[in-house]
């Protein structure tokens, strides 16, 4: 019993972080309609980032969570203005190419920066752990897991408590409309934008005290991030918080139970088998594909 409830610990702690990992993209999809395949490279960006600040100055990784956010929201104004507002407008197709082509510019660089070697944050707690009678909560897992929630309930009361929250829901919901009652649209997907990848840069952030990653290690996020985008319901914030838990405790259920080697297949057979009974996810909503909308 107490090594399934330590597993089940275990699980939501990671899944916590998944959830932070994939906000940004849905996120991004819900308001713009794009898969942004560049997701999992900012994300390993931002891991690079942490590392260089942690290396040059000796900050503790998870107090650098702001200084990388504000970096990442800067490159995310950045992105969209060069690049993905001129996809957007170029339809799936282009959406699909620029993002991808982003992936392997960011994979690139940051293998010509810092190599093809792992490299990993290591403060010096990063081995302690908390003890809370016969269940032990890693402390890096655990600081991870409650920054990612403070920002998820962050992201929360932005969207549903500001103007610029009521923008995006509106911009999510028609963007016709929107237009139509004074919200200019280019501005909020803007910010949007940059938002998604302020919340990717705090996930990698973390995601570098978790674990080593190289230059292409986005592959495996973009991969994590799109299989909880999809379980939880395409553009679903809460979806995402639901397909996270169920992808880390399924993950460690498996690392405990059956073996590591099958803790990175088992997740998408549980996803599989989710879809297969509920093919828009858990918290998406079923479309008719007979209906024209306007």
Request: some cysteine.
């Amino acid at each position: 019993m107490i090594t399934l409830l330590q597993s089940l610990v275990f699980g939501v702690l990671v899944g916590g972080v998944y959830a932070l990992a994939a906000s940004g993209l849905t996120l991004i999809f819900g308001v713009m309609r794009i898969v942004n395949l560049a997701h999992g490279g900012l994300m390993v960006a931002a891991a690079f980032l942490t590392y260089a600040v942690w290396q040059a100055t000796g900050l503790d990784p998870f107090l650098a969570i702001p200084l990388v956010c504000v970096a990442m929201f800067a490159v995310g104004c950045l992105l969209y203005q060069g690049v993905m507002r001129f996809a957007w407008r170029g339809g799936e197709a282009s959406i699909i190419l620029a993002t991808l082509a982003l992936a392997m510019i960011l994979e690139g660089v940051l293998a010509l920066v810092w190599g093809a070697e792992p490299h990993n944050v290591t403060p010096s707690y990063v081995n302690s752990a908390i003890r809370v009678g016969s269940i032990v909560f890693p402390t890096v897992q655990a600081i991870g897991f409650l920054i990612a929630v403070v920002l998820l309930g962050g992201l929360y009361l932005l969207l549903n408590r500001t103007w610029l929250g009521l923008g995006v829901r509106a911009a999510a919901a028609n963007p016709t409309g929107a237009t139509l009652t004074g919200i200019r649209v280019e501005r909020v997907n803007l910010a949007t934008y940059a938002i998604g990848v302020a919340l990717t840069g705090a996930a990698g952030a973390i995601v570098a005290v978790l674990a080593p990653f190289t230059p292409d290690s986005g592959d495996r996020w973009i991969g994590i991030g799109l299989a909880i985008v999809v379980l939880g319901g395409m553009g679903s914030l809460a979806g995402g918080l639901a397909g996270a838990l169920v992808f880390g405790v399924a993950e460690t259920l498996t690392t405990t139970y059956i073996s590591t080697a099958w803790a990175t297949a088992v997740p998408f057979v549980v996803i599989i088998l989710v879809l297969l009974s509920r093919p828009q996810g858990i918290f998406g909503r079923q479309v008719r594909g007979d209906v024209m909308t306007a």
